[in-house]
């Protein structure tokens, strides 16, 4: 005889007879309900993460994961001995010098802008601002040349394009026979990037590392930039490089300058979740309902095997069995369609633009132009694991009204 009993049972009561269609009609309503459910879940969270993917992805390429500088703004004191220093550590993967200027820049209109210098040949290591280039080289940033690389909407702003002349003007006194005026430099446009985060591509403005320190009479850069390993390690190895470098140091990440766009993000994913989660509570519903009718339509069958010796512990896990199979179909249907439609849903988006000629994402308004998808893998499992909880506390209450049948009353009118 098959063993054990319970589970060909319960595999038995789910092939629906002639007379009890309804029943099978509401357990497939239910595992379609579960499968939308599941399917929905993943397809959304997928998106949530293709954006949160790409802002961190946009942010952190033009920004670094921590940054060492100098005390109040001041260069940092032997430059060369705490890049060596930093580059010792193992989560260190890259370092750049910078100087940063507050400045305002003059052309057909003006605009102030934040000016970083940089050593064009490091920089890679710490941003991919250079893989963004739309015009002009970024490897104009030579020592003298007194080039400057701008980000799109900042050129658009000034009015320039490559091979315009830009005046900048620092807002730091210097004294001379006519009194304090300010520093003063002219530069030629010699690129121009997009790196599709407005905080960048309308403020920020690159030139050379020696050009920069000359314009602001320093020695040496205010800072180096760091690229890790891991991002998420940022605030262990900021502790670690400050022990080693000492207190004439200072170590910030970008978690210090970002963590709070990154931290609203994840909330919204999170909470996202936990709506979506309700869609699985209805199909859930539906569940025990069709469990509630199969229990009533059993009862004989239930007495009978009662009397056959049959516990209640053995009622009960015949009717799980049920709940649990047709919460797992829906479970394995609804990741493998939530897999795909998220796998593909750029193209499927593109192709819906196609037909109906109307754009979801329009690049005038948007700097993401398109609907981004990256499916994460444990976001499927977490989501599986809550949906066959739910199915299996679902089979509970059924089965223990099912285990609780008396065989006296059940079979008094058979």
């Given at each position: 005889m098959f063993r054990p009993l319970e589970l060909f049972i319960g595999l038995r009561y789910v092939r629906a007879k002639r007379r009890n269609q309804f029943i099978s009609f509401i357990s497939t309503v239910s595992i379609v309900c579960i499968t939308i459910s599941v399917m929905a879940l993943i397809t959304v969270m997928s998106v949530m993460n293709g954006f949160d993917y790409q802002l961190r992805s946009r942010i952190l390429g033009a920004i670094s994961d921590a940054t060492v500088s100098g005390l109040a703004?001041?260069?940092?004191?032997?430059?060369?001995?705490?890049?060596?220093?930093?580059?010792?550590?193992?989560?260190?993967?890259?370092?750049?010098?910078?100087?940063?200027?507050?400045?305002?820049?003059?052309?057909?209109?003006?605009?102030?802008?934040?000016v970083r210098?940089?050593?064009?040949?490091?920089?890679?290591?710490?941003?991919?601002?250079?893989?963004?280039?739309?015009?002009?080289?970024?490897?104009?940033?030579?020592?003298?040349?007194?080039?400057?690389?701008?980000?799109?909407?900042?050129?658009?702003?000034?009015?320039?394009?490559?091979?315009?002349?830009?005046?900048?003007?620092?807002?730091?006194?210097?004294?001379?026979?006519?009194?304090?005026?300010?520093?003063?430099?002219?530069?030629?446009?010699?690129g121009i990037f997009e790196m599709g985060m407005e905080e960048f591509d309308s403020g920020l403005g690159l030139i050379n590392l020696g050009d920069a320190e000359k314009l602001k009479s320093i020695d040496g850069p205010t800072g180096i930039r760091l690229k890790l390993d891991d991002l998420y390690n940022a605030g262990p190895v900021a502790h670690q490089l400050a022990d080693t470098l000492g207190q004439v140091y200072t170590v910030t990440t970008w978690m210090d300058s970002h963590a709070n766009f990154f931290t609203a993000i994840a909330m919204e994913k999170h909470v996202m979740f936990i709506i979506l989660s309700l869609i699985i509570l209805v199909a859930v519903i539906n569940l025990i309902s069709m469990l509630m009718m199969l229990v009533t339509d059993k009862q004989a069958d239930i007495a009978i095997l009662r009397t056959l010796g049959s516990t209640p512990r053995s009622i009960m896990s015949m009717f799980m069995v049920q709940g649990v199979l047709v919460g797992f179909v829906g479970i394995g249907f609804g990741v493998g369609l939530g897999s795909?439609?998220?796998?593909?849903?750029?193209?499927?988006?593109?192709?819906?633009?196609?037909?109906?000629?109307?754009?979801?994402?329009?690049?005038?308004v948007y700097y993401?132009?398109?609907?981004?998808?990256?499916?994460?893998?444990?976001?499927?499992?977490?989501?599986?694991?809550?949906?066959?909880?739910?199915?299996?506390?679902?089979?509970?209450?059924?089965?223990?009204?099912a285990s609780r049948t008396q065989p006296a009353q059940a079979l008094r009118y058979e």
């Open positions: 703004g001041e260069s940092v004191q032997n430059w060369q001995y705490a890049l060596q220093q930093v580059k010792a550590n193992p989560h260190v993967r890259g370092a750049a010098p910078y100087v940063e200027i507050q400045s305002f820049l003059q052309a057909q209109r003006s605009s102030g802008a934040m210098g940089i050593d064009a040949v490091r920089e890679p290591n710490v941003s991919d601002i250079n893989q963004h280039m739309i015009a002009g080289s970024f490897d104009s940033l030579t020592a003298d040349s007194w080039n400057i690389v701008l980000g799109k909407d900042l050129a658009l702003q000034l009015g320039v394009n490559v091979g315009d002349k830009v005046t900048m003007v620092v807002p730091e006194l210097r004294a001379t026979p006519l009194g304090a005026v300010p520093r003063i430099r002219g530069f030629r446009v010699s795909l439609l998220s796998w593909r849903l750029p193209g499927i988006v593109k192709v819906i633009e196609h037909v109906t000629g109307v754009t979801f994402l329009s690049p005038d993401i132009s398109e609907v981004p998808s990256r499916l994460d893998w444990h976001d499927v499992a977490g989501v599986s694991l809550v949906t066959f909880l739910f199915s299996l506390l679902a089979t509970l209450y059924p089965a223990w009204r």
